[in-house]
């Protein structure tokens, strides 16, 4: 009896640490994480607990700026119509990383933005990740040492989803499409540009006009406070559709370490029992 307590002990002890870790881990480099799965409403909600919801159009009422909720590659998402619309996202210091990974599941139908956060007012972002209209998909970030961009060899196929990942360490930029990475700046040690401009998805700002909007559908959006490898970035793109966050993947371990301490258990009364 002493040795079943024993190991109904430390399969439990395993569980907590198996709930426990993953959550911690997630909590601290996840900065926001958008699943877009709300399917109706005027917000998107921040998965990550820092709470950066985003507001859908102009205002907190529905506006002709709202992007249309519809079908991502999984579940829900929204569909920016290349005029317009737009999710807001106001500033935080959570908004404001000095190394980062911006990762999103899109299709993009012509061209536009992603994600951006505008800097100083005039035409520069602290950073975007965005196909720019002459065709071509960029990732930049501005710094102290001046703006870095980064371009891929060929931009992701129109009407496509794709995963599109950016990472910015300090001092390599790097840009990835669908796992593989496809552009890496120089190294240029530097910290990145801030100010209280909000961060949006689907449109840019410069000045006081809204510019390079997006046609296309975003779903599955996450921004991390480090830069995730090229093995992660590869994890996170999984096989075509948009990965369980850490938080999911703790459920999912912690029902298999759940099911193991059951065969323990069985295991052990059984041979008890023969004996």
Known sequence: MRRIK?????????MTITAVLPQAAFAQ??????????????????????????????????DVDDPTWTTGISTNALYFDGIDDRIIIDDSPT????????????RIDNNGILVS????????????????PTGKFYAYVSTTAGGITIEAPQAPTAGVFFHAAMTWDGEFLKLYLDGTPVATSPSIPATINYDASPVY????????????????????????????????????????????????????LFIIVGLLALIIYITYRRQHLTI
């Open 95 to 106: 908004m404001r990383p000095q190394q980062l990974t911006i990762e999103a599941w899109a």
């Open 201 to 252: 998805m689907g449109i840019d700002r410069d000045f006081s006009n809204y510019i390079f909007p997006l046609q296309g559908i975003i779903d599955d959006v996450t921004m991390w406070d480090r830069a995730l490898d090229a093995s992660e970035i590869k994890i996170r793109y999984g096989p075509g559709e948009p990965h369980p966050p850490v938080h999911e993947l703790t459920t999912i």
């Open 117 to 132: 956060k505008p800097y100083g007012g005039a035409y520069d972002n602290s950073y975007v990740l965005y196909k720019h």
């Open 6 to 14: 024993q190991i109904i002990i430390l399969v439990l002890s395993l």
């Open 29 to 62: 480099a996840v900065l926001g994480g958008w699943n877009l799965n709300e399917g109706s409403g005027q917000t998107i909600n921040d998965i990550s607990g820092n709470g950066n919801d985003g507001q859908l159009g102009s205002t907190v009422n529905p």
